[in-house]
């Protein structure tokens, strides 16, 4: 921790970049039955960048959120094997989810919105496949109203035609 003095002549501790000290301790993360403790999750905070001035300079407030899944006690493996199939495309080499978000301007904020989408995203992983649809025939009575359609359709067309004088 490093102590700043203030305008005024007073001080405040305030804790390293990048740090959880300031940050309220969850309770892990809570997916379809499972529970993926805090010890499982890697934070790390960045400065976000982009318009805002000194504020946006000198505070970590974009949030990276790193979930390796084959490293984690709380999954079972047949769970890890569907998720590694499912999120190939967002793993990284190492086999892990990362998760980034910089869309406000407070870190809590984004540490938020980073856990919800994991979340989301292992709940849409987990999930079992849709069931494919079973493709079925149009019954009579729809192909006989198709067909109907069609000829008024088509009458209709041909009245508004002009007359043939030949």
């Known amino acids: 921790m490093t102590k700043q003095t203030t305008r005024d002549g007073g ?3 305030r804790p390293p970049a990048g740090t959880l000290r300031s940050m309220p301790m969850q ?7 499972v529970h993926i403790p805090d010890a499982e999750l890697d934070w790390r905070f960045v400065t976000s960048g982009g318009p805002g001035g ?3 300079n000198r505070s970590n ?3 990276e959120l790193r979930f390796d899944i084959g490293a984690s006690q709380a999954l079972p ?3 890890k094997e569907r998720l590694t199939r499912r999120l190939a495309d967002r793993l990284t ?3 892990e989810v990362i998760v980034q978000v910089a869309e406000t301007r407070s870190q809590t904020r984004n540490r938020q919105v980073a856990l919800t989408r994991l979340r989301d995203l292992l709940v849409e ?3 079992p496949p849709a069931k494919p649809r079973r493709p079925t025939k149009p019954s009579r009575r729809a192909r006989q109203r198709r067909l109907d359609n069609k000829k008024r359709r088509g009458e209709l067309k041909r009245t ?4 043939d004088w030949r």
Request: aromatic content about 0%; charged content about 20%; proline content about 3%.
């Open 11 to 13: 001080s405040h501790v």
């Open 61 to 63: 407030t974009a949030v």
């Open 54 to 56: 000194q504020h946006a």
């Open 93 to 95: 080499t190492s086999g």
């Open 125 to 127: 992983a987990t999930s």
């Open 160 to 163: 508004r035609q002009e007359p």
């Open 27 to 33: 309770d892990g993360l809570h997916v379809r039955g």
């Open 77 to 79: 493996d047949r769970l």
